[in-house]
């Protein structure tokens, strides 16, 4: 059952290994092996294996991460014979995922194409590459395992390799063994200080508690005599959760010497039964022992983390067939077919979005309808409100407007004139807002086009796209027109015509009385100087307008004050400019406060009927406009144009995404059949 396991993330791996190692969503139990270059992982790998396959030399040897899946299968029945290192046999061979069609039953020739897809990725330089090499063996001397043989660590480039070598080689390190499913096997020369072991760092720094890190000590026999791994091995160093296993590999003396791994077996197997310091467990020694430890760990791991891989490959592959459903297909139906929908679908969004019935309504922010009610109802309506009539009129205006409309002789009563002339200079201070008032909204329908052109079913046909977009904002630049007409109508026609019968405005008597009130309380109250006493308004002594005592008072008060009797008696000519000074009578002051409340009221009708009518006429003729008519405005502008098939060419985006899709659908699909059947 561990064999049928193991095998099935072998299989698992094949088939997702075509997408690359960037592109693989699924993390895969596996056996990480990491280690400095001088650590021996090559030869740990090559005594599992039981035989003489990888590259060996000076430096880095292992460039490319090496995924060697080792499959054990029964041996046909023939005639034993001895396996030497460089001797072929049917029982044993190698297949590579990039070849899959060859089987390498000389393990000479598989050396020699590892070195060349190596060389065929980084060149004949000392560079290192992150895509994998897929090496399968099968063979009846092996346990069926799993496990990614990666670069060596370096602290200092060597010949022609990149300055930056040691980090290339860490982060591609750190990149295998931070998968959460990986196995770290963190190899250590057992002749070095075990708390300067490069590899063990690494494990430590992605697995400090040593759950998943099992540590390998080579060169044991290299050790000074009287030292062994004892206390590693106990765990009272550097604990690790899954041990450690000390074992001995060939050197590279033995390598030239030609010493075959059968043989380097039988050392390591003698050395551990005879030492004095591991006879006593050495069944729990050596490379038999490490690949059997192995193969259980990584059984267990397996069978533990499978149906979170299988869900994982579920909804990793539900979430691409979506994403392929909404690129659609690789040729569309036909053009006019095609941007037929795609105006309908525009039309629909847009209109949903208005009404407030689009899909994917947000929590967050106001948008599309709600965000031109604010418009209306927030930022036009306080705008409005915000206008005062006599901010831009003072007392003065008005008393010089009043003496105007009065013309030769001076009136006895406040007339219509003045009034009208005021308060429709102050009705056009609304025109303004109110064409900021279609602006705004015109941002608004814009914005919404563009909410939804950046929707991905719009970006697959990048002409059509900008030709819909053109032709949306060309038609609404249209609609602009009579809806900035109707508004400045509507600023117009209450300019043109001062209802002074409307109901709601203060009537002149009403006015009048107010201002008389207002003006009596603001004045002081006489004394009769004998008794101290109030005395009545009427018994007051006449003021200086009623005695005619203001020789030089009233409207012109200032322009005779200066002068002496023998000027005023030679009667000048008055100037050029001749403008309003001097202090306002009684008179003047409650005509000019009749005026300003009579302005005030009508201002304030006025007011509230541009906040009513501009926010009609832009929803009649702009917001309304646009959703019963851009339908037809799109239909007759694109469906029958000429270059119908330019406008549904897809984006090269669209298309190397739907490759990339499709290809990850083909290898999910197919790692979900693998694990189905599990």
Known sequence: MDQNLITTVNRLQDALATLGPNANPIDLPQITVVGSQSSGKSSVLENIVGRDFLPRGTGIVTRRPLVLQLINRRATAHPEKTQQQNETNEDEWGEFLHIPDKKFNDFNEIRQEIVKETEKTTGKNAGISPV???????????????????????????????????????????????????????????????????????????????SRTVGVLTKIDLMDQGTDVVDILSGRIIPLKLGYVPVINRGQKDVESNKSIQEALAFEKKFFDEHSAYRANSHYCGTPFLAKKLNKILYNHIRLTLPDTKAKIENTLKKYQQELVSLGPAEAVSPSNTVLATITEFCNEYRSILEGKASDLKSTELGGGARISFVFHEIFNNGVKSLDPFDQIKDGDIRTILHNSSGQAPSLFVGTAPFEFLVKRQIRRFEEPSLKCVTLVYDELVRILNQILAKPQFNRYPALKEKLSTTFIGFLRKALIPTNKLVTDIVDMEESYINTAHPDLLKGSQAMSIVTERVQASKPVPVDPKTGKPLPHNSAALSKEQTGDDTFGGFFGNFFASKSKKRLAAMEPPPNVLRASGQMTERETIETEVIKLLIQSYFGIVQRTIADLVPKSIMYNLIIYSKNEIQKELLEQMYNTEDMNELVKENEFTVQRRKECEKMVAALQNASDIVSSV
């Not at 290339?168 to 250590?188: C, E, F, G, H, W």
């Open 132 to 210: 994998p090499i897929n090496l399968r063996i099968y063979s009846p001397h092996v346990l069926t395992l799993t496990l990614v043989d990666l670069p060596g660590l370096t602290k200092v480039p060597v010949g022609d390799q990149p300055k930056d070598i040691e980090k290339q080689i860490r982060d591609m390190v750190m990149k295998y063994i931070s998968k959460p499913n990986a196995i770290i096997l963190s190899v250590t020369a057992a002749n070095t200080d075990l708390a300067n072991s490069d590899g063990l760092k690494l494990a430590r720094e992605i697995d400090p508690e040593g």
